[in-house]
C-alpha cells in the first residue's frame, strides 16, 4: 500500500526555519518523483517543489520559495525532505507531499498524497 506521512510542521517566528518530512511506503522512492505542496484555507492548492529521484535529483521551485526552501531526497531513508528557511507570515499553509504517477517521470500528474502537516509562521 502507498503512504506518504508528512511531518515537522509547527509554529515558527518570521525569519525562521523549519524541515518538513515526507515518509514514504510501499513503492520505490528512487523510481519516482515527489512533489511538495501547499493550501492555504479558501485558496488553491499551489505547488512549492519537486524532485525528480530517477532523473539525477533535478529540482523545481515555486517562484517566491526560491532560494529560501530546498527539496532533498534520502533514497535509502525513504523519505523527502523540505527544508525551509528566511520563514514568511505568507508560507503559514498546509504542507502536502505527492508522489508521482508514473516512475521515471517527474513534476506531476500525482496519484498519492499526504494526509498534511500545519505550518504556522508567525509575523
Known amino acids: 500500500e502507498v503512504q506518504l506521512v508528512e511531518s515537522g510542521g509547527a509554529l515558527v517566528q518570521a525569519g525562521g526555519s523549519l524541515r518538513l518530512s515526507c515518509a514514504t511506503s510501499?513503492?520505490?522512492?528512487?523510481?519516482?518523483?515527489v512533489g511538495w505542496f501547499r493550501q492555504v484555507p479558501g485558496k488553491e492548492r499551489e505547488g512549492v517543489a519537486c524532485?525528480?529521484?530517477?532523473?539525477?535529483?533535478?529540482?523545481l521551485y515555486e517562484e517566491s520559495v526560491k532560494g529560501r526552501f530546498i527539496i532533498t531526497s534520502d533514497n535509502a531513508k525513504n523519505t523527502v525532505y523540505l527544508q525551509m528557511d528566511s520563514l514568511k507570515f505568507e508560507d503559514t499553509a498546509v504542507y502536502y507531499c505527492?508522489?508521482?504517477?508514473?516512475?521515471?517521470?517527474?513534476?506531476?500528474?500525482?496519484?498519492?498524497w499526504g494526509q498534511g502537516t500545519q505550518v504556522t509562521v508567525s509575523s
Open positions: 524532485i525528480s529521484n530517477s532523473l539525477g535529483g533535478e529540482t
Open positions: 510501499g513503492f520505490i522512492l528512487a523510481d519516482y518523483g
Open positions: 505527492a508522489k508521482d504517477a508514473r516512475p521515471n517521470f517527474w513534476a506531476g500528474p500525482y496519484d498519492y
